[in-house]
């Protein structure tokens, strides 16, 4: 059961903290294309928590999410789009993050992709916290050590082969000897979803249909990394878990309340899942 990780990952907070001390994230992401994927990353990662979440994304990009919500931070990088150009300087702001979320609204274009396998590879060495979400997968390349939270078309990109949901024990069988082989922590979202490390393996059946809506992956992302963050990047699978476990609670509030999820409003959700699960 997913929910029982929540208390093992959640920091309790006191007088005596200062700020960025519950999780200081940063995100990669976004294009001319998608510009709100990166903003969602970010809104979920300060509803469960994060102190400081700034965004890395092409200057146009980072205007329009400024304008949409005014607290949040922005690193503007020249140009549309991410490219290899922009390294060093995302190298430089990671070594000031507990967590770096890649991949959530990058787009597909050929330098983007490219320039995200270096990114990855470089923040490898330096021994970064990685969420790896939507499209830092086409770049196929999984840091050791790091989180990935990929669909099932995403997971095939990367890993080649997955047994059908049908025959769900060898989905599971398979997805664990992945993280293992790729040592790393792998969050496969579906219709039910799997959580492991390669040695212990949880599933998540806390979400609804409506959840296939875009967005509630960014969402989850953030949430994932706010964990990791709080937990000191010690427990990746106790926060990959626990995420899928309140992101879906969210998506069942916001059902419950509006009748339908909008990535939005599970964000508004994700405090209340939290509070209500403890």
């Given at each position: ?6 208390q093992?990952?959640?920091k ?6 200062h700020?960025?001390?519950y999780g ?8 001319p294309?998608?510009?709100g994927?990166p903003?969602?990353?970010?809104l979920a ?12 994304a092409?200057?146009?990009v980072?205007?329009a999410?400024n304008?949409y919500?005014?607290?949040l ?14 390294i060093?300087?995302i190298l430089?702001?990671a ?10 609204g990058?787009?597909d274009?050929k ?5 995200v396998?270096?990114l990855?590879k ?15 997968f ?9 989180i990935?939270t990929?669909?099932?078309?995403e ?8 047994p ?10 398979w ?11 792998i969050l ?6 799997i959580?492991t490390?390669?040695?212990?393996l949880e599933e998540n059946r806390r ?5 296939t ?7 989850l992302?953030g949430?994932?990394?706010?964990f990791?963050?709080q937990?000191e990047g010690?427990k990746?699978?106790?926060s ?8 879906g ?7 419950q309340k ?10 508004e959700s994700i405090?209340?899942a939290m509070?209500?699960?403890l």
């Amino acid at each position: 059961m997913t929910r029982q990780y929540i208390q093992q990952v959640i920091k309790p907070r006191n007088f005596s903290n200062h700020k960025g001390d519950y999780g200081r994230i940063l995100v990669v992401g976004g294009s001319p294309e998608y510009v709100g994927s990166p903003a969602l990353v970010a809104l979920a990662a300060y509803a469960a928590g994060a102190d400081i979440v700034k965004i890395a994304a092409p200057e146009k990009v980072a205007w329009a999410i400024n304008a949409y919500a005014p607290h949040l931070i922005t690193l503007k990088l020249s140009g549309d789009y991410f490219n290899a150009t922009h390294i060093d300087y995302i190298l430089k702001e990671a070594e000031k993050a507990d967590v770096v979320v890649v991949g959530n609204g990058l787009g597909d274009r050929k330098e983007t992709i490219s320039a995200v396998e270096e990114l990855l590879k470089k923040l490898e060495k330096m021994k970064a916290n990685i969420v790896l979400d939507a499209d830092a997968f086409k770049a196929k390349y999984v840091p050791k050590k790091s989180i990935i939270t990929p669909h099932e078309k995403e997971f095939l990109s990367i890993f080649g082969k997955i047994p059908p949901a049908k025959e769900f024990e060898k989905r599971k069988d398979w997805v664990k000897k992945s993280a293992d082989k790729a040592k790393a922590t792998i969050l496969l979202k579906g219709g039910v979803d799997i959580i492991t490390d390669g040695k212990k393996l949880e599933e998540n059946r806390r979400h609804n249909p409506e959840m296939t809506v875009g967005g509630t992956g960014d969402t989850l992302a953030g949430i994932v990394a706010t964990f990791w963050a709080q937990s000191e990047g010690q427990k990746a699978f106790e926060s990959c878990s626990a995420a899928a476990w309140v992101n879906g609670a969210a998506g069942d509030l916001c059902l419950q309340k509006r009748k339908r999820v909008l990535p939005q409003w599970l964000v508004e959700s994700i405090p209340e899942a939290m509070t209500s699960s403890l």
